[in-house]
C-alpha cells in the first residue's frame, strides 16, 4: 500500500465533516493563517500594554489605532505582487519568492519596533508601527493570493475554516508570548521573539512550492505584465455579468454586523454586568463559539455549496442582531447574555469561512493578490465608517433595543439581494477562475483571454 493510499485511508476513517480540514491544503492554511495574524497583534493589544506600562498617554496610545489603516488600503500595492517577478529569488516561483521576501519584511519591521524604546520618544514608535502595518498588510496580500490558489474550490470553505484558525492561533499567540517574554527578559526580546511567527508561512511556502493553479498574467512580461496587473484586475472583474451587483453586495452585506459588533460591551456596561460576567460570557463563551461556528461553516460549504451556505450565514447573522435586541430588553440576564453572544459568534464564524470563501471564488487566478486586496477592502470600508460615526448617536436616539433592530433591518437588504443574485444566475457567472475547476491547468496565458471552465454548484 502506497503512502498515499495510507493517507486517504487514514482521512476517510474520520467522520465526513473533519475529512477536508486534514487535507494538504487547508492544512497549509492553517499555517498561514498563523503568520497572518501575528503582525495584527503586534499593532494591537501588544503595544497598547507597551506603551501603557512606558506611562504613554492614553489620547496618544488609542490613536495608534490609525496605523491599521494599511491594511484597509493594501489595494494601493497589491499589483506589485502579481506583476513584478522578483529577480534570481523568484526561480524559487513567484508566489514562493514573494513569499519569503515579504515574510523577512515583516520579521524586520518586527525587530524594528523592538529596538525602539518609547522613553526617546513617540515619533520613533510611530514610525516603526507603521513600518509593521505595511509590512503585515503586505504579507497578507501575498497569504490570500497563495491560499486561494493553492486550494481547490471545494477545498475553500475548509480553507477559509483553517486560515481563521490559524490566524487566531497566531494573533493570541503572539499576544501571550509578548506578555510572558516582557515580564522575563523586556519587550525588545518579546517582540524578537514573536517575529519568528512569520516562518509558519515561510515554511509551508518552502514546502507546498509554488501553486499549480497559480497563472501568469501575460506571456513576454516584462513592462505589459506590469501595466496589465495595474489596470487588468478592474477590468476583468467588470466584464463579468453582474459584477456591479456583485460589488454593491461585497459594500453593504456586513454593514448591520459591523454595526452592532462595535456596541456589544457598551450594552453590557450599561446593563450591569460585571466585568467577571462579562469576561466569562464575552470572552469565554464567545471565544469558543467562534471557533465551533468556523467549523459549522466549513461543514456548511462542503454540504451545502457556496450558494446555499452564503445564504443561510447571511440569515444567521441577521438574526444574531436581532437576539441582542432581545438581550437589550431582558436586560441583566446571565443566560441571555451567553445565548445571545454564543449565537452572534457562531454565526460569525461560520458567516466568516463561508463569505470569505465566496470572495476567494471571485478572483481571477491571474489577479488573485490584486482583488482579493480590492473585494477584502471595500468588504470592511463603509461598516467600518459608518460605525465609527454613526453608532454612538443612534443608541443615544433610540436606545439599544430600537438600534439592534435597525441593524436587523440593516441587513436585510444584503440577504435579498444575494437572493436576487441566485436567481438571476449572477452568483456563478460572477465567479472568477479561482472558483472554477479545471482553471488552473493552463499557465501564461494573455489577461484577455477569457476563462470558461466549469464552476462549483
Known sequence: MTTATQGASWRDSLPAGMRPYLEAGPLAALFLGMSSGFPYAMIGATLTTRLAQDNIEKSTITAFALVFLAYNFKWLWAWIIDGITLPIIGRLGHRVSWMLVLGLFVMAAVVNLALVDPADGIQGVVTAAILVGIAGASFDIIIDAYRIEILEPRQLGAGSGMVQYGWRIGSAGAGAIALVVAARYGWEAAYMACALIALPAMITALVMGEPKRHKEIASGGGVKKVIAAVWRPFVEFFNRRGAFLVLLFILMHKIGDTLANLTFRLLFEDLGFSNDEIAIYDVGVG???????????????????????????????????????????????????????????????????????????????????????????????????????????????????????????????????????????????????????????????????????????
Open 287 to 457: 471565544f469558543w463559539a467562534y471557533l465551533i461556528g468556523i467549523f459549522i461553516g466549513g461543514w456548511m460549504y462542503s454540504k451545502l455549496g457556496l450558494k446555499k451556505s452564503v445564504m443561510w450565514c447571511l440569515i444567521l447573522m441577521a438574526v444574531s442582531n436581532f437576539s441582542f435586541a432581545l438581550l437589550a430588553a431582558a436586560g441583566d440576564s446571565n443566560l441571555g447574555m451567553a445565548a445571545a453572544i454564543g449565537f452572534e459568534n457562531l454565526a460569525s464564524g461560520a458567516g466568516g469561512v463561508c463569505v470569505v470563501a465566496y470572495f476567494s471564488a471571485l478572483c481571477d487566478l491571474r489577479f488573485t493578490a490584486s482583488q482579493y486586496a480590492l473585494i477584502s477592502a471595500a468588504a470592511s470600508i463603509v461598516g467600518r465608517v459608518l460605525t465609527g460615526t454613526t453608532a454612538g448617536s443612534l443608541i443615544e436616539g433610540m436606545g439599544y433595543v430600537n438600534f439592534y433592530l435597525l441593524t436587523t433591518a440593516i441587513a436585510v437588504p444584503g440577504i435579498l439581494l444575494f437572493w436576487a443574485l441566485m436567481h438571476f444566475g449572477l452568483v456563478d457567472s460572477s465567479i472568477g477562475s479561482a472558483g472554477k475547476e479545471g482553471a488552473g491547468d493552463v499557465t501564461n496565458e494573455d489577461p484577455t483571454a477569457p476563462t470558461e471552465p466549469k464552476t462549483q454548484g
